[in-house]
């Protein structure tokens, strides 16, 4: 049986199971409801969980072992002379069997001892999938029939759905937070083992950036430039400019649309803005790089500067445009999160619409605000696509928006571009520079709780 059909029936046992349940409910109580300790409805789930939950357990473990268990069994019925041939070989040939079987191309010629693997291999498989489904299957409606034994008046129903949907929201947030965790003990671990043959001084104040090694000690540029200053000011540079374009935008439309306009204006202004929130980075890109700094470097022309082809100033204006929304849309829900009757209190009290704004709403939305421009500075800092196309992929530490500049992105994109081995200091940078992103953001996150927390106290 396919893994989907699989998982129809389960669910519709399950479902089974609920109504059962929820009808041995009724009987147990004969008609009447009081006499049960929850409602129907609790015994009813507490059924179909007990029907579907140790069922999906079992076929997850099951998939997840199927494949390791296979492979060993069909390894251990290969000749002698085709296993002894050493783990790098043996994986190839392991690899030409599951081509086989799912009909790819292989590494060469067909033996028939492949042949005859891949066959054992499929018959494993479809033997494996037949007993899946009969476990499951038994597992399912054994387990609903033996709960619907156990339902009495005094079963407490209720309560054990209850802690079952509690250890499931407890178990979905662990797994958020342990990926998180892996996530930055994968990067904290390699970005040691960098910070062995780069001292960390060199890395956080080092003013040049050339990560080309040479496979040899007597090529030129044997030990690279590993500073990472360059990069971060390249950053920080062209997240200012979005910054300067986006949050003034951003902010004023959105006290616009929830303060002045009507309501026809803003159910068409509203999505309109909100487009370009959609509309992929490439595009952007290409049009930073056709339009944006073609016309900046003619201007500049114009009035005797010398701007170059790739620029700071087009990758941070396309940028800001990009993040427009983003600042706009949840500035917009912020302010209009605030109670009517501030407002009506503020007029009553004599205050100008402006005065109102000003004084009354701004303060009472400042957390929320903050909150969309923090979310808007992580999206400058971590965008890729427009700085590649507009600013260029070279590392200059200037604060000049008409030259070309690099970010951190663009540099671990380019670092782990291609056929790497993560055992070179080149590729090790990679992770080194998403620790110290990593560690901006995190002060970002830091410092805007703290002007929350501030600004919230003052208000209250």
Not at 84 to 94: E, Y
Not at 356 to 372: D, E, S
């Amino acid at each position: 049986m396919q893994f989907s059909i699989l998982m129809i029936v389960l669910l519709a046992l399950s479902s089974l199971a609920f109504y059962m349940g929820k009808k041995r409910a009724f009987q147990v109580a004969q008609g009447k409801i009081r006499k049960l300790h929850s409602l129907p409805t609790y015994y009813g789930l507490y059924t179909a969980i007990w029907c579907g939950i140790p069922a999906l357990i079992i076929f997850a473990l099951w998939i997840a072992f199927e494949p390791a268990i296979i492979t060993n069994l069909v390894v251990a019925n290969l000749p002698q002379e085709i296993v002894s041939v050493g783990p790098d070989r043996l994986n190839l040939v392991i690899n030409d069997i599951k081509n086989l079987v799912d009909g790819n191309i292989t590494t060469g010629d067909v033996s028939p001892e492949l042949q005859a693997a891949a066959n054992h291999y499929q018959e494993l498989k479809r033997t494996s999938h037949i007993a899946l489904s009969i476990v499951v299957l038994c597992l399912a409606i054994g387990a609903a029939a033996f709960t619907l034994t156990r339902i009495k008046a005094h079963q407490r129903a209720r309560n054990a759905v209850e802690g079952f949907l509690t250890g499931l929201l407890i178990f979905c947030s662990s797994i958020a937070i342990l990926t998180t965790l892996g996530i930055v003990l994968s990067v904290l671990f390699e970005s040691i083992r960098f910070f062995q043959d780069i001292p960390v001084t060199d890395f956080l104040f080092g003013l040049e950036w050339s990560p080309q090694t040479a496979i040899r000690e007597d090529q030129v540029g044997s030990s690279g430039a590993f500073g990472a200053v360059p990069l971060f000011a390249g950053t920080m540079l062209i997240s200012l400019i979005a910054m300067i374009v986006a949050v003034p935008i951003g902010l004023l439309s959105a006290i616009y649309l929830s303060e002045f306009a009507g309501s026809g204006f803003r159910s068409v202004a509203k999505p309109l803005l909100e487009i370009l929130a959609g509309i992929p980075t490439v595009v952007y890109g290409f049009f930073a790089a056709l339009i944006v700094a073609p016309a900046i470097r003619d201007a500049g022309g114009i009035i005797g500067l010398d701007v170059a082809s790739e620029s700071a100033l087009a990758a941070g204006l396309v940028m800001g445009i990009m993040i427009i929304p983003f600042v706009s849309s949840l500035s917009d829900d912020v302010i209009n999160a605030v109670p009517q009757s501030l407002r009506d209190g503020a007029y009553g009290l004599g205050a100008t619409q402006a005065e109102t704004i000003r004084k009354v709403i701004f303060p009472a939305a400042l957390p929320g605000i903050v909150g969309g421009v923090l979310l808007a500075v992580s999206r400058a800092i971590g965008e890729t696509m427009i700085v590649v196309m507009a600013a260029g992929l070279s590392a200059n530490l200037t604060a000049n928006p008409l030259e070309a500049v690099t970010t951190v992105t663009v540099q671990i994109v380019t670092l782990l571009t291609g056929d790497q081995e993560f055992d070179s200091t080149k590729t090790l940078a990679a992770f080194a520079l998403g620790l110290m992103l990593f560690v901006t953001t995190l002060v970002l996150n830091v410092i805007a709780l703290h002007v929350v927390r501030k600004y919230r106290e003052q208000y209250e």
